[in-house]
């Protein structure tokens, strides 16, 4: 009995300064996607994504007139072709159309994928970065992900904390809703 009880006085010894302890811990959250937009750094990337986007299409045009003009060429010269020239012809047409679907469905998007790992990678890195350590030096124990969160107090945000260490400024979130309409007066 006397063990039981001593059990007891234990567990709740630990509940007890458990809960005094995560008293102490300081709960802050980011939303690290704002911050890395707001981030200079992150307007020339994205400049840069668009113009290697663009030429990635180019190519992938160029591919496809190849391949169209080899096409065009067959249809109108093939009656004068021996066989052998047919077969050889129809290889190459068969080739262009490969490389040319092949360049727009995998490599192209696998190169886009690749170069926007290589210019977002080190500003996401920045910006995780800068969440520690503004977490930290204010005393933070823990950072969430606000765009994990379902409810939370706007003076736990680290956002603009963050973004005043990068000496960037905020703009203010345009996806608030709009005030409602007030209905018009009826009249009697």
Do not use: C, H
């Not at 690290?32 to 750094?41: K, S």
């Not at 093939?78 to 490389?99: D, F, G, I, M």
């Not at 933070?140 to 000496?167: M, R």
């Not at 809703?177 to 209905?183: D, E, N, R």
Request: hydrophobic fraction near 40%.
């Amino acid at each position: 009995m006397q063990k039981r009880f001593s059990l007891v006085i234990v567990v709740l010894a630990l509940v007890l300064s458990a809960g005094s302890v995560s008293a102490q811990n300081k709960i802050g959250y980011i939303s690290l996607q704002e911050l890395i937009v707001a981030m200079p750094e992150f307007k020339k990337a994205n400049a840069d994504m668009a113009d290697y986007q663009n030429a990635l299409q180019q190519q992938a045009n160029e591919y496809q007139e190849s391949y169209q003009r080899l096409d065009s060429m067959f249809v109108a010269d093939s009656a004068k072709w021996t066989p052998a020239q047919k077969q050889v012809k129809r290889r190459q047409l068969n080739e262009a159309y490969l490389k040319a679907a092949n360049f727009s469905q995998q490599e192209a998007p696998k190169m886009l994928q690749q170069k926007e790992q290589e210019l977002l990678g080190p500003i996401q890195q920045k910006a995780m970065q800068t969440a520690q350590a503004v977490g930290k030096e204010n005393g933070f124990t823990y950072i969430l992900s606000k765009e994990q969160l379902i409810s939370f107090p706007p003076g736990d945000d680290i956002l603009p904390l963050a973004a005043k260490k990068l000496n960037i400024t905020l703009t203010k979130p345009t996806d608030a809703p709009a005030p409602a309409a007030t209905p018009p007066a009826k009249k009697p």
